[in-house]
């Protein structure tokens, strides 16, 4: 028996050392992701090097397009389907940085004086489209002859106030190309920037009154104040953070390297600050930005 432990010992095979080995599986999620982000990159490089492109294409609707080509060759590649973007990626990671861009860069005399005019377009615009859109979304629902009917007005309200914030990325990039008159981009500008509050206030109310299914006076005047509080809210979680970073930075005069960091990390801060308390974080990250600035 012993004899034959011995031999069985002697036929193990050592497994050879791996010179080479692959395992793409451990750098699959940031590798794809900066492939992704090289190619949008060269993708804005060779926009730039052939004029003639950016004389006929939009360089935001290039940008579009080529990310539909991209998508429907990964899905027609894989059987699988394809990971989506989640949306707390979204708005906790991918929008702080834009946003903080251009409340950093905002033009704050030209936005101070046609302050009124782009209030305007924010408030009373985004409330006549989100109204329009759901009465005529109900209205559609009325008189067609199907299962429709039984939807009811808030639910339309619900689905106008979601789609009624305008996000004008695509016309502001055509602006700063062909360098449109200061007053028309800065009330587009601030507009893409205010109708945030309203749309966040109208859309927990119109969700909190499907969910009761009653609504009173009351409820329309606790949801103007909840406005006022979301908006104003918002600005000052941003102010207080810009004006702690303003203090913070006056220490940093010998530490330069780590100035971006703080404006950075300040600005976050505010904006998530704002989210816990379900104010408008864009608002506090525009505040903060300007404040800072």
């Not at 080995?21 to 750098?27: I, K, Q, T």
């Not at 629902?141 to 939807?151: A, F, G, K, M, R």
């Not at 689905?159 to 004008?168: L, M, N, Q, R």
């Not at 602006?175 to 449109?180: G, R, V």
């Amino acid at each position: 028996e012993g004899k034959q432990k011995h031999t069985e010992g002697h036929n193990f095979t050592k497994k050879a050392f791996p010179v080479l080995s692959v395992e793409y599986d451990h750098v699959k999620i940031p590798f794809e992701t900066s492939l992704w982000v090289l190619l949008a990159s060269l993708m804005k490089l060779g926009f730039h090097l052939i004029p003639r492109l950016s004389s006929i294409v939009p360089e935001s609707c290039l940008l579009i397009v080529v990310g539909l080509l991209v998508g429907g060759l990964i899905k027609l590649a894989r059987e699988e389907v394809p990971p989506v973007l989640d949306s707390k990626l979204f708005f906790l990671c991918l929008l702080p940085p834009i946003i903080l861009d251009a409340g950093y860069f905002l033009p704050i005399r030209p936005f101070m004086e046609n302050l009124g005019t782009i209030l305007i377009f924010a408030v009373i615009g985004t409330l006549w489209n989100a109204f329009f859109i759901g009465g005529l979304l109900y209205g559609i629902c009325q008189i067609s002859n199907s299962e429709l009917v039984t939807i009811g007005i808030l639910p339309c309200l619900l689905f106008g106030s979601i789609i009624s914030a305008v996000d004008p990325v695509a016309v502001l990039a055509v602006f700063e190309e062909i360098h449109i008159n200061e007053l028309l981009h800065i009330l587009v500008f601030g507009e893409s920037l205010l109708n945030d509050a309203v749309t966040v206030v109208l859309y927990h109310l119109f969700e909190e009154f499907s969910v009761d299914g009653s609504v009173t006076v009351l409820d329309g005047i606790l949801g103007v104040i909840s406005f006022l509080v979301v908006a104003l809210g918002g600005v000052l979680f941003g102010a207080i953070y810009g004006f702690l970073a303003a203090f913070t930075s006056r220490f940093t005069s010998h530490t330069r390297v780590i100035e971006p960091l703080f404006a950075f990390l300040y600005s976050y801060m505010a904006y998530l600050s704002a989210e816990v308390f379900h104010l408008s974080g864009i608002m506090a990250l525009i505040a903060c930005g300007a404040v800072m600035r």
